[in-house]
C-alpha cells in the first residue's frame, strides 16, 4: 500500500511548478523523493506547444532499475505509462506541489509494472517497520503484546507457480523460540483483494487447524485490499501477478481521481 501511495504522489507531481514538462525535470523529481536510484530513464510525448502552456502532455514513460525507496525497500524494476494528463498550472504554482491532486482537471490515469526479487524482499525484512509488523503478526498466533516478541530470521522463498514460503523466528522474553511457517499460493480476487491460495501454516512443525488458517487468511486479505485506497481518491487493480523462483512481477492499473468535482468523469483511457 506504501508503496503505491509513494508511486502515485511522484507522479501528480512530474510538472515543475514554472510549467515546464520536460524528461529531465520528471527524472529528477522522481530522484528527489527516492532513497537511491541505480537506473532510470523518462521519455515524455508532448503535446503542441499551445497545449502544453495549457498543461496537457499526451504520455509519460518511466522505465527504472534499482529504485529504493527507503535504506531497506528496493523496486527490482518499475516501469510506468501513463495516459493523458491535464494539469492546472496556475493552482500548481499556487501550491499544487504541496498537494499535486488539487491540480488534476482530469483523473490521472497510469498503467503500472513493476517486479521484486527474493533478495529484495529479504532486505526489506529487515528494516525496522517490517520487524514491528512481523511482532504484531508474532502476538496474534501467539498471545501477549507485540512489544514482548523479538523477531529472528525473517525469509520469505519463491516457489514458482505463484506460491512462497515465509518462515520467521519468534522469541518472547524469558521463553523459548516459536518457529512460524507459512506457504501459500497469491492471486488476487477481482484485482483488489489478496488471497492465500491452499495455504499451510505451522508452529515448530505442528499444522494449525484449518478453522485458524481460515482466520489468518481472511485478516490478510482484510489488510492488503486495494480498495482501501479508495477513500483517498486513488483506484488501484491488479491485472497480473507473478511468482516464479527467480522474481515477484506485477501489472497494475491505477487512477487518482481529480479534487475538483467537475472534473470526476473522463472518457477513454485504460480502466481497471
Do not use: C
Request: charged share 20%.
Amino acid at each position: 500500500m506504501e508503496f503505491i501511495t509513494i508511486l502515485l504522489s511522484s507522479l501528480l507531481a512530474l510538472v515543475s511548478p514554472i510549467g515546464l514538462i520536460t524528461d529531465k525535470i520528471i527524472a529528477n523529481n522522481l530522484r528527489s523523493r527516492l532513497n537511491k536510484v541505480e537506473q532510470l530513464q523518462v521519455r515524455v510525448d508532448n503535446a503542441p506547444s499551445y497545449q502544453l502552456v495549457q498543461g496537457k502532455v499526451e504520455r509519460v514513460r518511466i522505465a527504472g532499475r534499482g529504485l529504493w525507496l527507503t535504506p531497506d525497500i528496493r523496486i527490482g524494476a518499475l516501469e510506468i505509462e501513463t495516459d493523458p494528463l491535464n494539469v492546472d498550472l496556475q493552482r500548481l504554482r499556487q501550491g499544487g506541489q504541496r498537494s499535486p491532486k488539487a491540480a488534476l482537471r482530469q483523473p490521472a490515469q497510469a498503467g503500472v509494472r513493476f517486479a521484486l526479487t527474493e533478495a529484495d524482499i529479504n532486505k526489506a525484512l529487515q528494516s525496522p517497520a517490517i520487524m514491528a509488523r512481523l511482532r504484531v503478526l508474532g502476538s496474534r498466533f501467539l498471545g501477549g503484546s507485540p512489544e514482548a516478541y523479538e523477531v529472528l530470521n525473517p525469509r520469505m522463498d519463491f516457489l514458482g507457480n505463484n506460491r512462497i514460503r515465509f518462515q520467521v523466528e519468534l522469541r518472547q522474553k524469558d521463553a523459548a523460540t516459536t518457529a512460524l511457517m507459512v506457504e501459500s499460493g497469491l492471486s488476487f480476487t477481482a484485482g483488489h483483494s489478496l488471497k492465500l491460495t491452499e495455504p499451510a501454516v505451522t508452529l515448530n512443525g505442528q499444522s494449525l487447524s484449518p478453522i485458524l488458517i481460515a482466520g489468518f487468511s481472511e485478516g490478510i486479505g482484510r489488510r492488503f485490499d486495494l480498495r482501501t485506497l479508495e477513500e483517498a481518491g486513488i483506484t488501484a487493480r491488479v491485472l497480473q501477478l507473478k511468482i516464479d523462483t527467480d522474481e515477484l512481477g506485477v501489472a497494475a492499473f491505477v487512477r487518482v481521481d481529480a479534487s475538483n468535482p467537475s472534473s470526476a468523469s473522463i472518457t477513454g483511457g485504460r480502466r481497471p
